[in-house]
């Protein structure tokens, strides 16, 4: 059973930048996609990005498009998300998700990881 682990959250001013980090424990079959979504308080979880784990292919939330970045390291089984340019609309709790469909809906993915905080304030 793969296991995914986040890191990378903390709290950073406007304009600032974070790398959040997905850890895999087990294999990630090529079939994979990687997903990150994310959960601000009183609102819905929304999609953020996603990878294809063999191709690399990518998407992301026209929020975010020109900001953040996914990106994977195959060999170590993790997932990237580069933030650059933070707003405080980005403040949420932040999660790593596995799936097999190139979604951005969130019920197509069967694995997350536990979420780590990203805190956006001056």
């Known amino acids: 059973q793969v296991q995914l682990a986040e890191s990378g959250g903390g709290s950073v001013q406007p304009g600032g930048s974070l790398r959040l980090s997905c850890a895999a424990s087990g294999r990630l079959y090529s079939s994979s996609v990687m997903g990150w979504f994310r959960q601000a308080p009183g609102k819905a979880r929304e999609f953020v990005a996603l990878?294809?784990?063999?191709?690399?292919?990518?998407l992301y939330a026209e929020s975010v498009k020109g900001r953040f970045t996914i990106s994977k390291r195959n060999a170590e089984n993790t997932v990237y998300l580069q933030m650059n340019s933070l707003k405080a609309e980005d403040a949420a709790v932040y999660y790593c998700?596995?799936?097999?469909?190139?979604?951005?809906?969130?019920?197509?993915?069967?694995?997350w990881g536990q979420g780590t905080q990203v805190t956006v304030a001056s």
């Open positions: 998700a596995r799936g097999s469909q190139y979604t951005s809906e969130d019920s197509q993915y069967y694995q």
């Open positions: 990878i294809r784990w063999h191709s690399g292919t990518t």
